[in-house]
Nanobody, 118 residues
């Protein structure tokens, strides 16, 4: 039943690093994009970074130069390397996948907590 599984969240001090990973079940066919969103308490969910199956990337302005998204199409997985973390990065991070074959389907992970202490 769980089709996207995140890992790698945790507690770090400001300036530290974390690497988030997400694996999509092989039961999800025709994925054309994966990425990461985040949601802090009391705030709306926002895009962090996305990557398509042809390697195009998109980043939120707030994380450019600090975060790097990568993917492995053969493994149906995506990772987010987060460096120079700030307290403002504290949020629940959600893995996202979009699949398209005749119709579009969206998938979300259950989220992993990232906490950056000051």
């Amino acid at each position: 039943q769980v089709q996207l599984v995140e890992s790698g969240g945790g507690l770090v001090q400001a300036g530290g690093s974390l690497r988030l990973s997400c694996a999509a079940s092989r039961s999800i066919f025709s994925i054309n994009a994966m990425g990461w969103y985040r949601q802090a308490p009391g705030k709306q969910r926002e895009l962090v970074a996305t990557i398509t199956n042809v390697g195009s990337t998109n980043y939120a302005d707030s994380v450019k130069g600090r975060f790097t998204i990568s993917s492995d199409n053969a493994k149906n997985s995506v990772s987010l390397q987060m460096n120079s973390l700030k307290p403002e990065d504290t949020a629940v991070y959600y893995c996202y996948a979009r699949a398209y074959y005749r119709s579009s389907r969206d998938y979300w992970g259950q989220g992993t907590q990232v906490t950056v202490s000051s």
